[in-house]
């Protein structure tokens, strides 16, 4: 389920994991996603959507990734949920939530220096996470997960954390959930990375970028000279996506909760 901005719900048959899903309405200024008033009530409360989260990620502090009271509000109404973030993402969340201090014990700040790796389980799904300096003096945690058989991975900010030292899986990933300008502006690179479908964050509602990105889209897909994955374009918030894995072949699909065999 796509929130808006870089903002997800990963649902399989027995676990759910929320991405940078609780973010500043000042993405509007640059012509993000953002839920409309109804979902931030939800996800504030954590009803619906945004209840039986087993695993809260916040990749950094930017306003478009994390809202900290917000996030505070949902984690605590989600009370057997484990959060995974950052130290600055951890330290604003405690400097803005009043309520920082009854759930603090159930969040985890790996301590990984940069272009370092970490590999972890939380709730019995395993993690590989790495770090570097982000744009605005902030640290950036990408990472993989295995979701009951589905490989999946985050990217977003710099390429170079991903190209080059490979401190993250690039190779056999079935969904992986990646910045646009990774596709518009490193095509080449990104051959490097094996992945069978793609749902592209940092997308707006604005007509040009769209046709930009629909243009680019139809294009890898006419490349006969390399296997491109499925891209996916979600352009409303709660927008939902179902993968099917089944013989180690992914497709999609809007009928059915995630399937794995």
Request: glycine share 4%; aromatic share 12%.
């Amino acid at each position: 389920t796509f929130i808006g901005s870089a903002g997800y719900i990963i649902e399989s048959p027995n676990k759910k994991i929320m991405i940078d899903g609780i973010f500043s309405d000042r993405v509007k200024g640059f012509d993000a996603i953002y839920p409309p008033a109804e979902i931030v009530d939800d996800w504030s409360a954590g009803h619906e959507e945004f209840s039986g989260i087993d695993v809260f990620i916040f990749s950094h502090v930017h306003a478009g990734h994390l809202q900290p009271v917000q996030a505070i509000d949902c984690f605590k109404n989600n009370p057997d949920a484990v959060m995974i973030t950052t130290q600055q993402s951890y330290d604003e969340m405690q400097l803005k939530a009043s309520d920082f201090e009854s759930v603090k014990d159930r969040i985890f700040v790996p301590e990984i220096k940069s272009y370092e790796h970490f590999d972890t389980t939380l709730k019995e799904i395993p993690f590989r996470m790495t770090m570097k300096p982000h744009w605005g003096d902030t640290w950036l945690m990408v990472f993989n997960f295995n979701l009951e058989g589905m490989e999946m991975a985050f990217y977003i900010g710099e390429y170079d954390l991903i190209h080059g030292d490979h401190l993250v899986k690039t190779q056999n990933i079935d969904v992986g959930i990646i910045d646009v300008d990774y596709y518009m502006s490193n095509q080449d690179l990104m051959k490097d990375f094996d992945i069978q479908c793609v749902t592209l964050t940092h997308l707006s509602y604005i007509n040009t970028k769209l046709t930009s990105w629909n243009n680019m889209i139809e294009t890898l897909s006419n490349d006969d000279s390399f296997d491109w994955p499925e891209f996916i374009l979600q352009l409303e918030s709660m927008e939902k996506q179902v993968f099917i894995k089944k013989n180690g072949k992914v497709t999609v699909s809007n009928e059915t909760n995630m399937i794995l065999n």
